[in-house]
């Protein structure tokens, strides 16, 4: 089974500085890779995703991140960060299960943005 | 436009009780999911249907039933509910079975077992 690793339970970071989420992945031949953001008390909105072509994805609200096969790596960063992206962030790998697919999740990086 | 929907928003109940969980997406995908949330944030698959045909079935106790009516709807029933099953349960659905596809998630719902 492929699984993700997110190396940080809690990430505290001030306004406007930038940040990195870690994510390292189970080597494989082919991998699918998904960011997802848990704001409080809602549900999973889609950050980005990295399918194949281009290592570096881009996705909404001004993240990115970037694929490292040798480090077996899918980090997400963002330049500047703002009060509002204080969430769970989930690096999720999809995989065949049964007859079907579905993402594996890591255990979550809390994200605080503090003043 | 809500796109996955779910009821109830929270669900309090006693041990022992039966509950059921409704999920309808408008979105015209053909695969539906069921994922539990723990305490500590831990999501994990537990159901999917394709297009009424179940696909996934993780080792999650009997006592869960998924039934999907139709494309665009996917129910969870839990039997004898149980301390260990509260959660937030999350429904999701995909425009098919493929490795690729985004899945779109609902708000969930914060089940409370007493």
């Known amino acids: 089974a492929q699984s993700v690793t997110q190396l940080d339970s809690q990430v505290p970071v001030f306004e406007e500085a930038p940040v990195e989420l870690r994510c390292n992945y189970s080597?494989?031949?082919?991998?699918?890779l998904f960011w997802y953001v848990q704001y409080p008390n809602q549900g999973l909105q889609l950050l980005l995703k990295?399918?194949?072509?281009?290592?570096l994805v881009k996705g909404i609200n001004g993240f990115e991140a970037e694929f490292n096969k040798s480090q077996t790596s899918f980090h997400l960063r963002k330049p500047s960060v703002h009060i509002s992206d204080t969430a769970e962030y989930f690096c999720?790998?999809?995989?065949?299960?049964?007859?079907?697919?579905?993402?594996?999740f890591g255990k979550g990086t809390s994200l605080l943005v503090t003043p | 436009d809500t796109a996955v929907s779910q009821t109830p928003k929270y669900l309090v109940t006693q041990m022992g009780n039966d509950k059921s969980i409704k999920c309808e997406q408008n979105?015209?995908?053909?695969?539906m999911y069921w994922y539990k949330q723990d305490s500590k944030k831990f999501l994990k698959i537990m159901f999917s249907?394709?297009?009424?045909?179940?696909?996934i079935n993780e080792t999650v106790p009997n006592r869960f039933s998924p039934k999907s009516p139709d494309k665009a709807h996917l129910n969870l029933h839990i039997n004898s509910l149980e301390l260990g099953d509260s959660a937030v349960y999350f429904c999701?659905?995909?425009?098919?079975?493929?490795?690729?596809?985004?899945?779109?998630f609902g708000p969930g719902t914060r089940l409370t077992v007493l």
């Open positions: 999701a659905s995909s425009q098919m079975v493929a490795v690729t596809d985004t899945q779109y």
């Open positions: 979105l015209g995908h053909d695969t």
């Open positions: 249907y394709n297009n009424k045909e179940l696909i």
């Open positions: 080597s494989s031949v082919s991998v699918y």
């Open positions: 999720a790998v999809s995989e065949a299960l049964n007859s079907g697919y579905a993402l594996n």
């Open positions: 990295y399918l194949s072509g281009s290592t």
